[in-house]
């Protein structure tokens, strides 16, 4: 499966943003899907991901409340609603899947991954 991620930008603080994950290639909805995200000298963290088969989402404590996370398997699309942020959002978002029902929040269990979109939050 291909990803391709958008819809980073600058944005002030207690703004929003909404981020979208359009996948293509195989049954999309056979993978759970994640948003990982990257700060500069930082490891790349969970954030969010939903599975394939009901829908749940999974949260990062730090975006629980401000982010939401949803999936539309008809148009092979995962968006991430960012609301309320905060210059700690700042990263590169990156949205990854991986062939199965179970969404995990390690990024080594992901085979795919889209190519990042920044996100910048100014104070």
């Known amino acids: 499966v291909q990803l391709q991620a958008s819809g980073g930008g600058l944005v002030q603080a207690g703004g929003s943003l909404r981020l979208s994950c359009a996948a293509s290639g195989r049954t999309f909805n056979s993978y759970a899907i994640s948003w990982f995200r990257q700060a500069p000298g930082k490891e790349r963290e969970f954030v969010a991901g939903?599975?394939?088969?009901?829908?749940?989402?999974y949260y990062a404590d730090s975006v629980k409340g401000r982010f939401t996370i949803s999936r539309d398997n008809a148009k092979n699309t995962v968006d991430l609603q960012m609301n309320s942020l905060k210059p700690e959002d700042t990263a590169v978002y990156y949205c990854a899947a991986w062939r199965g029902n179970v969404v995990l929040r390690t990024r080594q269990a992901y085979n795919y991954w889209g190519q990042g979109t920044q996100v910048t939050v100014s104070s």
């Open positions: 939903v599975d394939w088969y009901v829908s749940i989402p």
